[in-house]
C-alpha cells in the first residue's frame, strides 16, 4: 500500500524518466538490431513494417486486377497472371498483412506496455516467430518466380484443383509451405502472447483491468490455436496428395474433395475474426482516448468478444451454403446470432462516444470509417448469412464487395491506430493535414471502389473472372470500381509517405499526446529497453488517465 | 400512402427472376431490408449524432462525462437484435424449405456435366448439347452450349463434376448449386418466362474459369416437346473448340475426352 502511495508522486505529463539500461556498453542498431534483436518493440516494428510492404504489393496486385477489368474483354494480362494476382494478393493480404499488422505487429508491440511488463514471456521464440513470417511472405513470393508461376487457385484453393494433376509445378507447394509458415509464426505468437497475459502482469493489473485491446488480443490468440493447426494439417494433406500419391481429396480414388472445404473453412471462418478482432481492440483505445471517456460497458465488451470467439468456431459452413452438403439451418443460426455481440459492439463504441469532448483528429477519423464501414459489411454479412439470399449471391462480386467492406473497414481502425501509436513509437507525430487527406482519398477511393460491385453482384458478375462480356450490363460500374482502386492508391501512397518523412521530420510528441489512459502511455517515447522505470497505481482499466485526472474517475454504479 | 407501398415495396437494387422459387428469395431479400435500412441508418444517426454533438471546439471547456455500464440499456440492445435475428430465421427457415424442394416426379431431368471448361448437357434419350467457348473472345455468343428446357414445368437437374469443382450459375434463376466431385447434388427450377439467359461457372476452376459459359433456352411447353422429338437419341451437338468430337457418341460415358480426366 505504501509502495503503492509512493509511487503516485510521479507526475506523468511532460517528464522525462530516466533510461533503465539493464545492459551496460554499446547496443546493436540499425540492420542488426533488427535482426537480432529480442525486444518486444523492435519485434513489433519489424512486423509493422513487413506487413505494411506486403500491403504495398498485394495493392499492386490490386491494381494489376483492377486495370485488367476496366473494359470488357480487355487483354491487359492473361488468364494465368489474373488468376495469380487474386490468389496472392488474397493470400497475402490476409496472411502477410491484415492478420500480422494487427496481432503480431501492435500486439507485440502493446500488448507488454499495457499489461506493465517488461518484454514478452519468450523473447528469443518471440524473434522465431518473426522470422518465420518472412520466411512464410518470401516463399509466397518466390511463386512468381517458378516456372509455372504463382498458385492460381484462389485464397481457399479449393481441391481437386490444387492436387498435382490440376496444378502442377511448384507455385502451389509455395503456396502450401509459405502460408503454413506464416501460420506456424501466428502459433508461437499465440503461445507467447497468451503465455505474456497470464504470467507477467504487473501488480494490480488484474484480468478485468486490462485494456479492451489486451482482452481482444487475447481471444484471438485462443482462436489462432484452435484454428491454424486444422488449417497445417490440412495443407500437410494436401501436401501428401501432391507428392506421395495420396488420395484425401481425390475423387476418383476415394476421396472427398468436399474435406477440403470442411478442413478450410473451419480455419478459414475463426481466421475473419482472427482478422477482426483485434482492429475491434484498436478502435476502442482509441474512441475512449480521444472522447476523454472510459470504455462504455467495459465488461459487456468483453463479453461480446468471448461470444464472438465462440460463435465463429461454429459458422465455418456458411462458406458452403451452395455444396448441397451441410445442414443449413444450423450454420445459418449460429451465423445470424453473430450479429447480437457485433451489434453490442457498435452500441458500446457509440456510447463510449456520448456526453464525451470529442477530438475529431486523423485517428479518430480513421475510426469513424471503421464504423461506417464495417456497418455496411456486417449488413451485407446477415444477408449473406441467409442461406436462401447466399444461393443467389454466392460467388459474385457482391461478396467481393462484402469482404472488402468488412476488411477494409478493419484495415481503417489499423491506420487509425498507426496514427494513435506512431508518436508512441518514434516520438513523433505523423502530419495531421497529410493524414486528413490520406484518409479523405482513401475513404473516397474505397467507396467508390466497392459500393458499386454491391450491384455488379446482383447483375450475376462471378467472382475470380479475368474477363466479361460486353453485354452483361457490367461495363459501367467496373470502370467505376477501377478508378476508385487508382483513388484508393493515391490515399495509400499519401499515408505512406506521411509514415515514412514523420519519422524524422514530424513534430515532437512527448511520452503522452493523446491524454492517453492505458499503461503504454506511462513510459517514454519510444519506451526504453525493459519498458518501465515505475508504474502508476493500477486501480482500474485506465490507471494512466486516473493519475493524470483524480477528479474525473470513472463513475460508479449507473 | 401509394408511394410509401411502393417504396415498401421495393427491391432493395434486386433483380427480378424467372422461375417460381425466385419469389421466397425476393421475399426474403425484401425482408431484410426493411430490417436493415433503419437498423443501418439509426446505427449511423447515432454515431454521427454524436461526434457532432460531443466534438470538442475550440474555447470549449465542458468536462467530459465519466459514465460506464448502463445495464437496462445493454440488456435492451442485446435483447431486441436477438429477436429481430430470430424472426429473420423464421422466415429464412420456411424459404429455404420452398427453395430447395425436390419433386418426386418432374417433368424433365436433364443432366448437367461440367469439366474444364464447358459443359455437357445429357437429355433422357441420350441427346448430348456439349461445348466450350472460345478462349480468344469473350464477345461472342455463338459457340455456347446450350440448356434447354420447358418453361412452367418442373424441370431437375442433377449437376455433376468431370473434374475441379465447378458452378451452375444462372443469374435470372438466383441461384447458385456447386458441381463437385464425389458429391450428387439435384435441383428442381421452373422458370415461368420463356427466353434466352446467360448462364456461367461461377467457381474458380483453373485457367480459363471466365469463359466457362452457357446459354439457358427456355421454350414454351409445346415448342420444347417439338425441339426433343427432333433430336435424336445419343445425338450430340457439339459447340465450341470440342468439335472434333463431333458424331462421337461414346462421349457420354466418357467425360475424360473432354478434361484430360476425372481423376481430381
Ligand atoms: C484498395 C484496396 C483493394 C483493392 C482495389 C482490391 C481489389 C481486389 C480485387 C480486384 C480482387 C479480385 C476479385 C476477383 O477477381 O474475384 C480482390 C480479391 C481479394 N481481396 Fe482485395 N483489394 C483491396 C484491398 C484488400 C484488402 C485490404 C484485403 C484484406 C485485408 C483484401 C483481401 C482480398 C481477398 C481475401 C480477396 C479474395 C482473393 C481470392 O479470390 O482468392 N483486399 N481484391
Ligand atoms: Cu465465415
Ligand atoms: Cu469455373
Keep these: 500500500m505504501t509502495l ?13 524518466p530516466n533510461l533503465m539500461e539493464i545492459v551496460p556498453g554499446p547496443r546493436p542498431h540499425g540492420i542488426l538490431k533488427y535482426v537480432t534483436s529480442t525486444d518486444h518493440k523492435q519485434i513489433g516494428l519489424n512486423y509493422l513494417i513487413t506487413a505494411m510492404i506486403a500491403f504495398g504489393v498485394a495493392g499492386l496486385m490490386a491494381l494489376v486486377m483492377r486495370t485488367q477489368l476496366i473494359v470488357p474483354n480487355n487483354h491487359f494480362v492473361s488468364e494465368n497472371v489474373y488468376n495469380e494476382m487474386f490468389t496472392i494478393h488474397g493470400t497475402l493480404m490476409l496472411f502477410v498483412f491484415a492478420g500480422p499488422f494487427a496481432f503480431a505487429g501492435f500486439g507485440n508491440y502493446l500488448v507488454p506496455l499495457m499489461i506493465g511488463a517488461p518484454d514478452m514471456a519468450f523473447p528469443r521464440f518471440n524473434n522465431l516467430s518473426y522470422w518465420l513470417y518472412l520466411g512464410g511472405f518470401s516463399l509466397l513470393m518466390a511463386g512468381f518466380l517458378t516456372n509455372n508461376g504463382a ?85 500437410a494433406m494436401l501436401w501428401i496428395d501432391r507428392h506421395l500419391n495420396g488420395d484425401f481429396f481425390r475423387a476418383a480414388h476415394g476421396g472427398q474433395p468436399i474435406l477440403w472445404q470442411n478442413l478450410f473453412w ?164 505523423m502530419s495531421e493535414k ?19 460491385q454491391h450491384d455488379l453482384g446482383l447483375r450475376g458478375m462471378p467472382r475470380r473472372i479475368e474477363t466479361y462480356n460486353a453485354g452483361m450490363g457490367w461495363n459501367f460500374l467496373n470502370e467505376l470500381s477501377s478508378i476508385g482502386a487508382y483513388i484508393t492508391g493515391v490515399g495509400v501512397l499519401v499515408t505512406a509517405w506521411n509514415f515514412f518523412s514523420s519519422w524524422r521530420k514530424g513534430e515532437i510528441a512527448g511520452d503522452n499526446p493523446w491524454d492517453g489512459q492505458t499503461l503504454e502511455w506511462a513510459c517514454s517515447s519510444p519506451p526504453p529497453d525493459h519498458n518501465f522505470e515505475a508504474l502508476p497505481p493500477i486501480r482500474s482499466e485506465r490507471p494512466v488517465w486516473d493519475a493524470n485526472h483524480p477528479d474525473m474517475l470513472t463513475e460508479v454504479g449507473h | ?50 461526434v457532432l454533438r460531443y466534438r470538442r471546439r475550440p474555447g470549449d471547456d465542458r468536462k467530459p462525462a465519466q459514465f460506464q455500464y448502463h445495464i437496462p440499456l445493454e440488456a435492451t440492445y442485446t435483447i431486441i ?12 427457415y420456411s424459404a429455404e424449405n420452398h427453395v430447395n424442394k425436390i419433386a418426386a416426379k418432374p417433368a424433365v431431368a436433364i443432366t448437367v456435366d461440367g469439366f474444364q471448361w464447358g459443359w455437357r448437357f445429357v437429355y433422357p434419350n441420350g441427346h448430348v448439347q456439349i461445348g466450350t467457348a472460345d478462349y480468344n473472345n469473350i464477345n461472342t455468343n455463338n459457340d455456347l452450349p446450350v440448356l434447354v428446357m420447358p418453361s412452367n414445368e418442373t424441370v431437375q437437374l442433377h449437376v455433376v463434376s468431370l473434374d475441379v469443382v465447378h458452378t451452375f450459375y444462372v443469374k435470372e434463376f438466383l441461384f447458385n448449386r456447386d458441381l463437385i466431385p464425389g458429391i450428387n447434388n439435384v435441383f428442381d427450377i421452373n422458370v415461368t418466362k420463356p427466353g434466352l439467359y446467360p448462364g456461367q461457372c461461377n467457381n474458380i476452376c483453373g485457367e480459363y474459369h471466365a469463359y466457362m459459359r452457357f446459354l439457358v433456352d427456355v421454350m414454351a411447353p409445346a415448342q420444347y416437346k417439338a425441339w426433343y422429338a427432333n433430336q435424336p437419341a445419343c445425338s450430340i451437338t457439339t459447340a465450341g473448340v470440342s468439335a472434333i468430337q463431333k ?9 475424360s475426352n473432354f478434361s484430360g480426366n476425372t481423376q481430381g
Design chain 1, 151 to 235: 498458385a492460381q487457385f484462389g485464397w481457399f484453393g479449393y481441391a481437386p484443383l490444387t492436387e498435382a494433376i490440376h496444378s502442377p509445378g511448384p507455385g502451389a507447394d509455395l503456396w502450401l509451405a509459405g502460408i503454413g509458415l506464416t501460420g506456424l509464426s501466428g502459433i508461437f505468437t499465440a503461445v507467447n502472447i497468451i503465455t505474456t497475459v497470464f504470467t507477467l502482469r504487473a501488480p494490480g493489473m488484474v484480468m478485468f483491468r486490462m485494456p479492451i485491446f489486451v482482452w481482444n488480443i487475447l481471444v484471438t490468440m485462443f482462436l489462432i490455436l484452435l484454428a491454424f493447426p486444422v488449417l497445417t494439417s490440412a495443407f
Design chain 1, 4 to 16: 503503492l502511495e509512493q509511487r503516485t508522486s510521479i507526475t506523468f505529463e511532460g517528464h522525462e
Design chain 2, 81 to 92: 437484435p436477438l429477436v429481430i435475428v430470430a424472426v429473420i430465421f423464421g422466415f429464412m
Design chain 1, 266 to 429: 473451419f480455419f478459414g471462418h475463426p481466421e475473419v475474426y482472427i482478422l477482426a478482432l483485434p482492429y475491434f481492440g484498436i478502435v476502442t483505445e482509441i474512441l475512449a482516448t480521444m472522447s476523454r471517456k472510459p470504455v462504455f460497458g467495459y465488461k459487456g465488451m468483453i463479453a461480446a468478444t468471448l461470444s464472438i470467439g465462440a460463435l465463429s468456431m461454429g459458422v465455418w459452413a456458411h462458406h458452403m451454403y451452395t455444396t448441397g452438403a451441410v445442414l443449413l439451418p444450423f450454420f445459418a443460426a449460429m451465423s445470424l446470432l453473430i450479429a447480437v455481440p457485433t451489434g453490442i459492439k457498435f452500441f458500446n463504441w457509440i456510447g463510449t462516444m456520448w456526453r464525451g469532448t470529442i477530438v475529431l483528429n486523423t485517428a479518430m477519423l480513421f475510426c469513424l470509417g471503421f464504423l461506417s464501414m464495417f456497418l455496411f459489411g456486417g449488413i451485407t454479412g446477415v444477408i449473406l448469412a441467409q442461406p436462401v439470399l447466399d444461393f443467389q449471391l454466392h460467388n459474385t462480386y457482391f461478396v467481393v464487395a462484402h469482404f472488402h467492406y468488412v476488411l477494409l473497414g478493419g484495415i481503417m481502425g489499423g491506420l487509425g491506430g498507426l496514427y494513435y501509436w506512431y508518436p508512441k513509437m518514434t516520438g513523433r507525430k
Design chain 2, 1 to 50: 400512402m401509394h408511394q410509401l407501398t411502393g417504396l415498401l415495396a421495393t427491391n432493395f437494387g434486386s433483380p427480378s427472376g424467372v422461375t417460381t422459387q425466385d419469389h421466397y428469395t425476393r421475399e426474403l431479400w425484401r425482408l431484410s431490408g426493411y430490417f436493415s435500412v433503419p437498423i443501418g441508418l439509426l446505427v449511423l444517426g447515432l454515431i454521427a449524432y454524436a
Design chain 2, 247 to 255: 458424331g462421337n457418341c461414346s462421349v457420354i460415358n466418357a467425360g
Design chain 1, 434 to 452: 497529410w493524414g486528413k487527406l490520406g484518409f479523405a482519398l482513401i475513404f473516397l477511393g474505397f467507396n467508390l471502389t466497392f459500393f458499386p
